[in-house]
């Protein structure tokens, strides 16, 4: 490198790679010659997204180089990943660390780890506090253009052929210009021919006046035939729309004296700057001033949580339960989750930019769940997190002439000088975020803003990386305020479920170490375990210790029932029975039959069945299953008794006799299924509020017929049985399987093991009455053979039997990639309505798993992570050791799985018995 090269100060430009519509860059090829010329080097990454080409900035004097070491300044527009953040540099971009935002906490940490000067445009203000260098107006053209396409899809999915159809997405125009020429083509189409009479008057609503985004899309509003009204011309239009007229709409532009009023009656004027200083005197009106009238909001004001909500969910529900709701869409161009407008339920994307949100149900629809989403009942939200990148070109141009007046300062100033020695022009000087490893003195802050934003963040501690973890930190982490730790005894697994997640963190841990164990539990706000049914003890009595509710997907065992009255005491919830069975059976019985005796009939009958199962195509195998759950925890339940009460008697059957009981169970004409009793069923029949005197109440579990008697036969022939075997010690000497099973069955010397294993389940006296036909018998003895039970190889010794018989079946039972489970729930309900009427009530879930995520991880993970993040909003009362049976549970729960496609049909038909 020659002399002159190395003399030169270096700026590097980085490729933008946050997704592949961020087609911006800071700088533009006209504001890099302006700095060449100046004698700075400019070293720019290679990049076919960026909407100004290489070629651009080489024939603007830069270089172009996939290394920016050289570079001792390097700028960008989007965060930058910790990982490929170079150390001793001076760093510029949007960061999003003013706030303590969690998300990009991690990234601070290592900025400030790797010595990293790091300048914020964010923060780069006049001295009236006004940003110089921002994106804003081109948030508000964007956002305000795509908000318009939708609303003419949305309007005629309901029946409405607008103009508003003949404005593209904003990134369908090369330029602001020609975007703006179709909006007002568009408007001469409403001035000519008018907008439908019945959505008239058709009235929009920007949510802050003076703000850049403000400008930009009152800018695109005023292309079209507009009037400005107020608030008072808003409800008389509203009250008689025979005087508005089809040919223009109403524009209403608001601020916060508009729809705030001071706590203080007395005090009938706003004060702007009192109302920003000391928000918690002021209650917000816009639910009942202007929600009830508008049709469009264009929401583009600051928010934060210290200030009161424009609108909430309850608020629109509200609106739409008393038919006072007219809002069709919502343009949320601040794109704050749950934030203002607390229906924001997510920002979208360019590639999906919008969704509907039924303020009813919760549930949200957009293209990627449902292709008939934009027919769907509620509010249509457009919210892309990215607005300005679909003028990727004039943005760019736009940022780099706010930004070149101050590139030379910044490049050329002495990265190593302390804060207060620092060359820089005064506005960059106080955007500087932090320097020589700690925050700069405006920013220092932010560590006690930091410890108090992560004092509010919901913290949830996840135990295990199983089978069904994946679905509950999926959940979770939707939203941005929660932290989720994954803890398992493997931390590879543990790294896995983690992986990509910004809100995640993976551990190693052995849940028998108290000490580890209680200090990782007294570290969250709740604790999710998804451990065995036999880990869970220890679990709950380290919540005990340190005062943590916990959340499990197993049934309540006597011994987490023995820690009721010390949880009461503590005031926390040990909630239980929040997956899919159980979970989501008790949830949905529980609903109907409330549903049915506040109609005033009763249920005189109920039938329950439920199983995760391969899809057909997948079920090719001697057992016609394959384990979507601890194969573990699948084999101890084949051995559980049960107890249950049919047509007015009481049955028991021992665990070693279950399978022996199966029965057909009609659901589908398609699907061969048989079931058997699951549990003790009769001591549900209090907990979900029915008479004692009901007929028939059973629960059972589902299988594809042929599953129950290759089960029963390694019942019979002690395969499934927990007790320590010497002979299966891990440490003892190695044994075949064919050496294994002749032990335990006590083969003799001159029988063959399949002919041992046919006279143990075809005894030749007592049959045909006890003991298995040949059929039956040769299906047991060519399971066993498929499982490699028969054969010379080495066993995988785990101590005893189940434990070791689990271990082969989780490696040959178990999905392959293009195979999937499914789930079905069924519930039968025998229901007497008070005109003496008998009716069947049936209530039925199937849900298919997919690419990326099986289906009973879906309905198990999910519906407790949503429990968990009830308890932690305080939505959950009842304290102790419980189960989901009350509606503050089950209610929203329901609910929401509804909302991710979790859903019951529901079919009656008139009976003439129901028992």
């Known amino acids: 490198m020659s002399d002159n090269k190395q003399s030169k100060p270096v700026l590097g430009i980085r490729r933008e790679d946050k997704n592949r519509w961020e087609r911006r860059a800071p700088l533009g090829p006209s504001h890099v010659k302006r700095l060449v010329e100046k004698g700075i080097r400019v070293i720019v990454q290679p990049s076919n997204l960026r909407n100004h080409p290489d070629h651009a900035f080489q024939k603007a004097g830069a270089e172009i180089n996939e290394d920016l070491s050289e570079a001792g300044t390097i700028i960008a527009v989007k965060e930058v990943p910790p990982a490929l953040l170079l150390p001793d540099k001076t760093y510029m971009f949007f960061s999003h660390t003013i706030k303590a935002q969690a998300k990009n906490m991690a990234m601070l940490d290592d900025i400030l780890e790797k010595n990293i000067r790091l300048i914020d445009y964010e923060a780069i203000t006049d001295d009236k506090g006004s940003r110089l260098v921002r994106f804003g107006k081109f948030a508000g053209y964007a956002g305000t253009i795509d908000t318009l396409h939708a609303l003419g899809d949305r309007l005629l999915a309901l029946g409405h052929s607008t103009p508003f159809l003949h404005v593209g997405l904003s990134y369908c125009y090369s330029s602001v210009e020609m975007a703006k020429s179709a909006v007002s083509a568009m408007g001469e189409e409403i001035a000519n021919y008018g907008l439908p009479q019945a959505m008239v008057p058709f009235t929009f609503l920007i949510t802050s006046e003076a703000g850049a985004v403000s400008q930009g899309s009152q800018e695109i509003l005023k292309l079209l035939p507009h009037k400005i009204i107020n608030q008072k011309e808003l409800q008389e239009l509203h009250e008689h729309p025979e005087l508005a007229s089809p040919f223009c709409i109403y524009l209403l532009v608001t601020t916060v004296e508009d729809w705030s009023e001071h706590n203080n009656p007395e005090i009938t004027k706003v004060d702007k700057k009192h109302y920003y200083a000391h928000p918690e005197e002021y209650h917000n009106t816009f639910y009942e001033k202007f929600a009830p009238y508008v049709k469009v909001i264009l929401n583009c004001m600051y928010w934060d949580q210290k200030y009161p909500r424009l609108l909430s969910i309850e608020q629109l529900e509200n609106l739409t339960e008393s038919r006072k709701n007219n809002i069709v869409a919502v343009g949320d161009i601040s794109c704050d989750p749950l934030g203002s407008i607390e229906a924001l339920m997510k920002t979208t994307s360019i590639d999906v930019p919008c969704f509907i949100f039924n303020p009813h149900s919760g549930e949200v629809h957009d293209l990627n769940t449902d292709t008939n989403w934009i027919y769907k009942t509620g509010v249509l939200f457009c919210a892309v997190d990215n607005f300005p990148t679909e003028f990727p070109k004039e943005a760019t141009e736009w940022f780099g002439d706010n930004l070149i007046p101050f590139m030379e300062d910044i490049v050329k100033s002495d990265f190593s000088k302390p804060y207060d020695q620092m060359d820089l022009p005064p506005a960059i000087k106080k955007a500087v975020i932090t320097v020589g490893g700690k925050l700069a003195p405006n920013y220092e ?49 543990a790294e896995k479920a983690a992986k990509g997640k910004k809100q995640c963190s993976a551990t190693i841990l052995d ?73 989501i059976d008790h949830m949905e019985a529980k609903r109907v039959i409330e549903e049915v005796t506040a109609a005033g009939g009763i249920i005189r009958s109920f039938v329950s069945w439920c199983g995760g199962l391969p899809l057909p195509e997948a079920s090719m195998n001697p057992f016609g299953y394959k384990f979507s759950w601890s194969p573990r925890g699948a084999l101890s339940a084949c051995t559980q008794p049960a107890k249950y009460k049919q047509e007015g008697h009481f049955h028991t059957l021992e665990g070693n006799d279950l399978f022996a009981h199966k029965q057909r169970v009609d659901i589908f004409p398609g699907f061969s299924l048989e079931g058997v009793p699951n ?142 489970d499914m789930i079905i729930l069924h519930h039968i309900f025998g229901i007497e309505w008070p005109n003496g009427q008998l009716q069947t009530k049936t209530s039925t879930l199937v849900v298919h798993g997919n690419d990326k995520m099986t289906a009973m991880a879906k309905t198990v993970g999910m519906p407790a992570a949503i429990a968990a993040e009830l308890i932690l909003e305080g939505k959950i009362k009842k304290t102790g050791v419980i189960g989901p049976m009350d509606s503050d549970i089950y209610q929203p729960i329901l609910k929401s799985l509804k909302t991710e496609g979790v859903l019951f049909v529901e079919r009656e038909q008139k009976s003439q018995k129901v028992y």
């Not at 990782?520 to 706000?525: D, Q, T």
């Not at 059973?698 to 019942?715: A, E, I, P, S």
């Not at 006590?746 to 399949?754: D, E, G, M, N």
């Open 511 to 583: 849940v028998n170490n108290e000490a580890a164990l209680d200090k990782l539990v007294a570290a969250h706000g709740i604790v999710i375990s998804l451990l065995p049914a036999t880990l869970h003890t220890g679990v709950a009595k380290s919540c005990l210790r340190v005062g943590r509710s916990l959340v499990t997907t197993s049934y309540i065992s006597p011994e987490m029932q023995s820690f009721n009255d010390e949880a009461v005491k503590k005031g926390i919830i040990f909630l239980n029975e929040t997956g899919l069975d159980p979970g």
């Open 445 to 493: 802050y932010i560590t006690e803003m930091r410890k108090h934003n992560e004092k509010g963040l919901k913290s949830f501690l996840i135990l295990g990386a199983g089978f069904v973890s994946n679905s509950a930190v999926n959940y979770l982490c939707r939203n941005t305020s929660n932290n989720i730790t994954i803890a398992d005894i493997f931390i590879e697994s």
């Open 679 to 820: 549990r003790d069923s009769t001591k549900y029949i209090d907990l979900y509020g029915l008479n004692t005197n009901i007929k028939t109440f059973f629960r059972g579990t589902l299988r594809y017929t042929g599953f129950c008697d290759v089960m029963q036969g390694m019942v019979r022939l002690g395969f499934l049985d927990p007790s320590p075997v010497p002979y299966l010690d891990p440490k003892g000497d190695a044994i075949s399987w064919n050496e294994a099973v002749r032990l335990l069955l006590h083969a003799k010397a001159h029988l063959t093991t399949s002919r041992t294993i046919k006279h143990i389940l075809r005894p030749e006296s007592g049959f045909p009455h006890k003991g298995f036909d040949d059929d039956q018998a040769r299906k047991i003895t060519s399971a066993l053979k498929w499982l490699g039970m028969l054969s010379d190889q080495e066993v995988v010794k785990k101590g005893n039997w189940l434990d070791t018989v689990a271990e082969v079946m989780s490696k040959k039972m178990v999905f392959e990639d293009h195979e999937y």
